[in-house]
């Protein structure tokens, strides 16, 4: 997901390149397969940089595959049956096609999924699954970009010996200056990606070609699944060990899916299946085809170090470099941008306390950027470069999260398949079970890597877990307490009328729940004794669809004397502007003016006690989030001279 849900859900979209179009995609469908090259395919196009080598690396102290004809060729068909089998069987034609109001990723298959079965009984472990899945890119999401450009950058040794040793600073400074660059936006240099990863993918065709020509029977060597096989027969337990490193070649898969929403399916099939497969493929073999075209076994196995890099002429090594080196920065930028539309979806949708959200474009929705996210980010990806100092010792931490979220999109798909699509069983189990042998087989060929490096995703993936679900139950739990003891809002604007002064203006009450009355109005009539001359009740519903008619954006409800309950909708993918909503909607009397209305919030102190519902350290956890979330204020874009905010202690 680098969901990838990525984000995504992992969930990983990158909305700083393609605004969002409730109605539909604009364009036709060359400019949005250019546009998806550019963006969708970035992490996948740079696995060429080490996938095949690293498979053919020692592996936690046993020596490495031996190379060889029968090796070469059952890797390379590995390869190339992994990117048929997960990227265009079970991503292009299959779970795109679970998609949500043309949105994918696995937040948005999990609402979905909640949608449809009506918040079913059955949904709860699917609904861990996916925040799983959701927590998971985000430990990709910090890898990502360290391998990608750690992998380019180590390239340069290559030009001059002496450059080895400014690796590691080059990388670190490249990568500093990317988030760094974040909060201007990105619209401008996104307009290159698309030629930039064209002529990149290209490149990697021209490359594989130059080799290919003189042993064109590799291909079909390549595509015969019986050189799989042979390799799993002649070296068993080590041609599974290898399975950790193959995976690499198909990371970034999940990314179809995430920025669905973006391109729309067909365009994504047609640039996959027309151009990135076979770019790669060819890439792929020219590399297999340069090792075993040397006369030794001496002179193979220096090869085998560094194939992608050793296939350059040395005339066009410069250009070629930097021009991975670009492609890297694509990938990681699109990986950044995916990690902000995942959060914003995971607000949205409750997973997430609000956090501050800046929008870097006015004509595009989608571009926006999260401080938080974009710096602690930065620190983890800069601390992975430093800890690890090479892209050989960070693959070994690289490939677990991206196999668990592929693994977690095949269970929610059979939920889509069986419940939802109502297939019947002789038909989705087949298809299922094959996904989930090879998931599990990527998966646990990763898990190998734990003791090396794996467990520094899987923990980021469990804290940011515990993150999320405590947020989600501390929620739910805070809203039933506030809930306790409330009166009922038709009762008190009979009541509340005759017991207070009315004052010229509009006072507008922001509810989390339509139930009950807000307690800023209940300390407003305490306190001040007064009321507004019009009182509104307004509810900020997110609904479980990426986007919601505008014309069915607002709907209220009058209970007399001025006393009114509003309601807005929203879908988990769009901007919570609540002044632009107002200024829209012709309901509740006379039109809003912002200069003659209040907004009044509720702020809450949460006290954590012993009451069952959640364990101490979880409630302690859950206030510290609450103190640190970004106020309503913000997060609705409210004028910040019209705001009152009034405070209340909580228990839960």
Not at 378 to 384: A, D, K, Q, S
Not at 492 to 515: E, I, N, Y
Request: hydrophobic share 55%; net charge neutral.
């Amino acid at each position: 997901m680098a969901e990838s849900q990525n984000s995504g859900a992992a969930i990983s979209a990158d909305a700083n390149i393609a605004s969002h179009h409730p109605g539909g995609h604009h364009g036709g469908l060359a400019k949005l397969a250019i546009g998806a090259i550019g963006v969708v395919f970035g992490d996948i196009g740079t696995s060429p940089l080490y996938a095949f080598r690293e498979t053919f690396a020692s592996h936690h102290g046993a020596p490495g595959i031996q190379v060889d004809p029968v090796h070469i060729h059952g890797v390379l068909s590995l390869v190339f049956w992994s990117m048929m089998i997960v990227v265009t069987f079970k991503y292009v034609l299959t779970i795109m096609k679970a998609d949500n109001k043309g949105e994918g990723g696995s937040l948005a298959l999990l609402a979905l999924i909640n949608r449809k079965s009506e918040n079913a009984k059955w949904t709860g472990p699917f609904v861990l699954l996916g925040v799983f899945a959701t927590a998971l890119f985000y430990g990709d999401s910090m890898i990502t970009p360290a391998m990608s450009v750690l992998s380019a950058t180590e390239g340069l040794q290559y030009v001059h010996p002496g450059f080895k040793d400014w690796i590691v600073p080059l990388a670190v400074t490249i990568l500093f200056g990317l988030f760094a660059i974040q909060s201007r936006g990105t619209e401008k240099v996104g307009r290159l990606f698309g030629p930039i990863m064209m002529v990149y993918f290209i490149t990697l065709a021209v490359l594989g070609v130059t080799h290919v020509t003189a042993m064109p029977g590799i291909i079909l060597e390549a595509i015969n699944p019986l050189n799989a096989v042979n390799f799993f027969l002649t070296d068993g337990f080590r041609a599974f060990v290898a399975m950790g490193s193959v995976v690499l070649a198909v990371t970034g898969a999940e990314a179809l899916y995430a920025d669905m929403g973006h391109f729309g399916r067909n365009p994504i099939g047609v640039s996959w299946l027309a151009f990135v497969l076979p770019c790669l493929l060819l890439n792929y073999v020219g590399q297999g085809a340069l090792v075993l075209s040397q006369t030794s076994p001496e002179a193979a196995a220096a090869l085998i170090k560094d194939p992608f890099f050793l296939m350059i002429p040395d005339m066009v090594r410069i250009p070629v470099i930097v021009l991975a080196l670009l492609a890297t920065i694509i990938a990681s930028q699109a990986v950044i941008s995916g990690a902000f539309s995942l959060t914003q979806q995971a607000i949205q949708l409750g997973f997430m306390p609000r956090m501050q959200i800046k929008h870097t474009s006015a004509a595009a929705a989608g571009q926006i950027y999260i401080p938080v996210i974009n710096w602690g980010l930065m620190i983890m990806v800069l601390v992975l470069v430093l800890f690890f100092g090479s892209s050989t010792r960070l693959a070994a931490a690289y490939g677990i999260a991206v196999t668990g979220a592929m693994f977690i999109d095949t269970l929610l798909l059979a939920a889509v398949l069986i419940s939802l699509w109502h297939w019947p069983l002789w038909k989705a189990l087949p298809l299922v079970f094959v996904f989930i042998v090879v998931d599990i087989a990527y998966f646990g060929a990763n898990l190998i890597k734990v003791p090396q490096g794996g467990w520094v995703p899987l923990a980021m993936g469990f804290f940011i877990f515990t993150l999320l679900t405590t947020w989600s139950k501390g929620r739910k739990l805070m809203r039933a307490a506030m809930a306790e003891g409330t009166i009922p809002f038709e009762v008190f604007a009979k009541s509340a009328h005759s017991s207070a002064q009315r004052v010229p203006g509009t006072a507008v009450f922001m509810a989390s729940s339509a139930a009950g009355v807000p307690s800023a109005l209940l300390h407003n009539i305490k306190h001040n004794k007064v009321l507004h001359e019009r009182v509104v009740i307004l509810t900020v519903s997110i609904e479980d669809v990426p986007y919601v008619d505008p014309a069915e954006r607002v709907t209220c409800k009058q209970f007399g004397e001025a006393f009114y309950k509003l309601k807005l909708r929203y879908g988990f993918l769009e901007e919570t502007d609540v002044p632009a909503a107002l200024k829209e909607a012709n309901v509740c009397g006379e039109p809003f003016t912002m200069m003659k209305t209040s907004f009044f919030l509720s702020r809450q102190t949460l006290i954590a006690s012993a009451r069952p519902g959640m364990a101490i350290w979880r409630e302690k956890l859950f206030a510290w989030m609450l103190r640190n979330a970004a106020s309503a204020m913000e997060f609705f874009r409210l004028p910040s001279n019209r705001v009152v905010e009034l405070g209340s202690q909580v228990e839960i």
